[in-house]
């Protein structure tokens, strides 16, 4: 199972923010587990805390901007994403100022930064949004559009199109969060020439420049327009005498943009609060969308956690009754499970069917049947030690011995005419036969038994050693 992940050490960053000018040091510490991440203020009395929700979100002109109680944090989008990208689940970000610093207009120098101090793992399991359903997000004003569809990892696909020549309908995607640091990390946020006139007027770029952000030239505009644009935003007078990238930069990539778009729904998405194993594609997105969807996802989550696990029984099962009785040595009446329905290298599912004509219903008790938790926390083993035995050319020469049971819980009692689908996830790779898993089982998507578990793989034929397979 992946575990959470923090820095190993603080750094600072110092800048200003693109909207409000104001200069400002940004300091991230390393965070406990199961924290988040956090914004603290530091130039307000009392230091107020700021939780990277997307039910705080106060503001998304332009930038993605968190509030509580009157104290604001803009344009968190940046700091957020390259937390988030990295995989790194627990911050705490202290700001000395209203904005988090643009930078060059990318994630890329709080990456560096990152990287420079370093990544430590934590003990704690990340807690993922799985997505099991399709959810959908649509924005008619703004032509937006969000897909979330299942998937094993956190993938991305975004299309951007504003109606620009000089821009076109440009396509990026994120197949792995491997792909963040190399392919959207340095991607610079954008604006067009046209637009900085409505954005000088409202109050933001007051920290624009060349230098943090790509401006696309697609109409050029009179010089006297030109000089009144300047003089808003107290920058020097400039010709523009054709479309293309007004500071003549080098662009990363030939779409750019759409990377960038990419990079802010990975830092507005960081409000969720858990990492995503789905693919989301959208179409022009923005800060709102972002936000929005963000919330959308919080909601599924509180659905799911109401609504519990779900797992299809209906599908054809990967092993049988027949099947499983190769595989395990026990038989009636201490076979104990039925199916195996899932199964990949790390994780298996298997099913139990309780039933009253099982034994140990005539003494446990009359009138009253119960499973024994005894009896579940053996039947959740069995279906560990199926997975474990599939790594094995010869898994009926062998037996799994128990070695620890620890953190079993049980949560509600499971009774004839219960389902019982056990859930188990390697805690650590099998090595010397060693086998250290966490399982959880569910009747009808409720826990109602958890436990972690240790045990050991034991050949039979005792002079014989245990195959080289399992040590890796």
Known sequence: MAKQQTLKNSFSVVGVGLHTGAKATLTVHPAPENHGFKFRRVDVEGQPVINADANLVVETSRSTTLGINGVKVHTTEHILAALFGLEIDNALIDLDGPEVPIMDGSAYSFVAAIQQVGIVEQNADKE?????????????????????????????????????VILGTQHAHMYHSGEFVAQISKCRTFVFLRELEVLARNGLIKGGDLDNAIVLVDTPLPQEKLNEIADLLGKPHIKVDKAGVLNNLTLHFQNEPARHKLLDIIGDLA??????????????PGHKGNTDFAKMIKQEIKKQQKGGMTFDLTKEPLYDI????????????????????????????????????????????????????????????????????????DPENYITYFMKIDKVKFKRKVIPGDTLVFKLELITPIRRGIVHMQGKGYVNGQLVIEAEMMAQLVREVEEEKIPQSLHQ
């Open 128 to 164: 993922y949004f799985v997505v099991t359903n399709n959810l959908t997000y649509e924005d008619a004003e703004r032509q937006t559009e969000m897909l979330l569809v299942p998937q094993d990892e956190f993938r991305l696909t975004v299309m951007v199109d504003y109606n620009s």
């Open 322 to 393: 027949n099947q499983i009785s190769k595989l395990l040595p026990h038989r009636y009446p201490f076979l104990l499970v039925d199916k195996i329905i899932e199964m990949d290298e790390t994780s298996i599912v298997g099913v139990k069917n309780i039933t009253l004509n099982e034994p140990q219903f005539t003494g446990h008790f009359p009138n009253n049947p119960i499973m024994p938790g005894v009896l579940q926390v053996e039947a959740m083993a069995q279906v560990g030690g199926i997975l474990a035995l599939s790594y094995l050319p």
């Open 271 to 284: 409000l969720v609060g858990r990492p995503i194993k789905g693919h989301i594609l959208a179409a022009r």
